[in-house]
């Protein structure tokens, strides 16, 4: 009797010793599969210094849908002035990729070295519009009118593209010294349109797409292209410096896809062939 309770015993030892042997190979391939799945899921944060004419297409539909296609990637917008941002990246800002207003600012850039050359592409083209308040009751038509207007709101030409392909068609239109004496500058585009749209100026130039973008103001004159050599170009560029080269090449691709250039034209903006 005695043998057979050590048989028994001996019989209860070894199925627990198997139980817990397989528990021990479950947690280990538990473990392993879940630490494979997570080296799979890198975490990467772009920072996109871009133009605030671009902000809400970005925000709205450029930004999450490369978020969807690409899980673990975060990307920042950072907008303002191309000037500003072209000053910012010279004193370091630790942006990714460079969106401008203006192929100004990016040539700039690239010839201190500061954007890869090789990776700019010269993406949308754009126009410049007079606007008014939609609310306004004044019969005008033409950039001739801007001189009746009591404040005109324009870019600053020195930091704001925007500004400055303003003053280089008003003085092709011989326009200029008399429109800059009641103008006032805003900052970047997006300060001179709500400027007009608030109705603080009577009229202003800004972007068709920034004209598009709301139905407080109205469009009555589009910049003609004769007055400017070159047309409106936003180009794209990686920024040297950056520490996620390999996913902000993937972005500058994205944002030719044709997903995006539908994201673009239905704002307005004119891909540029």
């Not at 799945?37 to 930004?63: D, G, R």
């Not at 920042?76 to 990714?96: M, R, V």
């Not at 709101?153 to 930091?159: M, V």
């Not at 972005?251 to 307005?268: C, H, L, N």
Request: glycine share 6%; net charge negative; with cysteine.
């Amino acid at each position: 009797m005695m043998k057979q309770n050590h048989k028994v015993k001996g019989i209860c030892l070894l199925v627990l010793a198997c139980l817990f042997l397989t528990a021990c190979t479950a947690q280990k391939t538990k473990t392993t599969a879940s630490t494979s799945f997570s080296s799979s899921e890198e975490e990467h944060h772009l920072l996109i210094a871009a133009a605030a004419s671009l902000e809400s297409v970005m925000e709205k539909q450029i930004i999450p849908a490369f978020e969807k296609n690409n899980p673990g990637t975060t990307v920042e917008g950072n907008y303002d002035s191309s000037g500003k941002l072209q000053t910012q990246i010279e004193k370091g800002l630790e942006a990714d990729i460079f969106f401008s207003a203006a192929t100004k600012q990016m040539d700039a850039l690239v010839s201190q070295n500061l954007v890869d050359q090789k990776s700019v592409v010269p993406l949308l083209q754009n126009q410049l519009v007079m606007i008014v308040p939609r609310s306004s009751d004044a019969d005008w038509k033409e950039f001739s009118d801007l001189k009746k207007a009591e404040m005109v709101a324009i870019g600053d030409p020195a930091s704001v593209p925007a500004g400055q392909y303003a003053e280089k068609g008003l003085k092709a239109l011989g326009l200029w010294e008399e429109v800059k004496a009641h103008a006032s500058f805003g900052t970047n585009v997006t300060e001179v349109l709500n400027w007009i749209a608030e109705g603080s100026a009577q009229a202003g130039l800004v972007y068709a797409t920034d004209a598009a973008s709301t139905d407080k103001v109205k469009v009555v004159a589009v910049l003609p292209e004769d007055t400017l050599n070159d047309p409106i170009i936003y180009p794209i560029g990686l920024v040297e410096k950056s520490k996620e080269k390999a996913i902000a090449e993937d972005f500058i691709t994205f944002m030719q896809s044709k997903e995006v250039a539908k994201y673009f034209e239905d704002t307005g903006f004119i891909m540029n062939k």
